[in-house]
């Protein structure tokens, strides 16, 4: 597989996992994130405290959701991307609240990181 193809394919497994995050901040599944995560900057009560200072509601992002900019990490024994993915709310739609992650895709399977919760 060339390179761009393989690109392609991990940027489509980048969306799958950013949606899934999303969809569980909006349900207010703290700890299933955490679950997912094989290492994290924050943890649930960060991201509960991050949400609740936001002062607004979060809502799962809509099915076409491409607000997402990723990069992939050069230089790194396995695929690595950088993310920031915009979160929706009730009140703003897409809002200024951004959830900042690693994901390393190991031979095991993704490897997610979640280095922030901010506004940007």
């Not at 993915?85 to 703003?92: G, I, K, P, R």
């Amino acid at each position: 597989m060339e390179s761009g193809q393989r690109s392609v394919g991990f940027e489509r497994q980048v969306r799958s996992i950013v949606i899934d995050l999303l969809v569980l901040l909006a349900d207010g599944d703290y700890e299933s994130i955490m679950e997912r995560c094989g290492y994290s900057l924050l943890d649930g009560d960060d991201l509960w405290i991050a949400v609740e200072q936001y002062g607004r509601t979060v809502v799962a992002p809509p099915a076409d959701y491409r607000f997402l900019r990723a990069c992939e990490l050069k230089g790194r024994a396995v695929p690595t991307w950088h993310v920031d993915a915009d979160v929706w709310t009730d009140e703003e739609g897409r809002s200024d609240l951004t959830l900042e992650m690693t994901i390393e895709f190991e031979p095991s399977g993704p490897v997610i990181g979640i280095n922030s919760l901010h506004v940007l």
